[in-house]
Nanobody, 112 residues
Framework: QVQLVESGGGLVQPGGSLRLSCAAS????????MNWYRQAPGKEREFVAQ????????YYLDSVKGRFTISRDNAKNTVYLQMNSLKPEDTAVYYC?????WGQGTQVTVSS
């Protein structure tokens, strides 16, 4: 079955960086568009970034453009989200997504 397992979250100060990873299994990863979403307390889940199966096309939420970078390693069945210049408003649970499948999420907290 499809499995998505996120890792890499944590507590970071404003301006800091984190790299999230999502290990995928149970489907043909190299043929799949992959997404990152996030959900902050009391808010709806929102799209953050998308990467095409080849990695050539990427899309971002406007508020993270220039700060976040989505990438993938098809040999490792893993998608990444590099997050730089983090802000308190980036605090959320971050989820990996492919179609109807979701990971369990990883908490990112940006606070001094």
């Amino acid at each position: 079955q499809v499995q998505l397992v996120e890792s890499g979250g944590g507590l970071v100060q404003p301006g800091g960086s984190l790299r999230l990873s999502c290990a995928a299994s149970g489907f043909t990863f190299s043929s799949s568009t992959m997404n990152w979403y996030r959900q902050a307390p009391g808010k709806e889940r929102e799209f953050v970034a998308q990467i095409s199966y080849s990695g050539h096309m990427t899309y971002y939420l406007d508020s993270v453009k220039g700060r976040f970078t989505i990438s993938r390693d098809n040999a490792k069945n893993t998608v990444y989200l590099q997050m730089n210049s983090l802000k308190p408003e980036d605090t959320a649970v971050y989820y990996c997504n492919r179609g109807a499948a979701w990971g369990q999420g990883t908490q990112v907290t940006v606070s001094s």
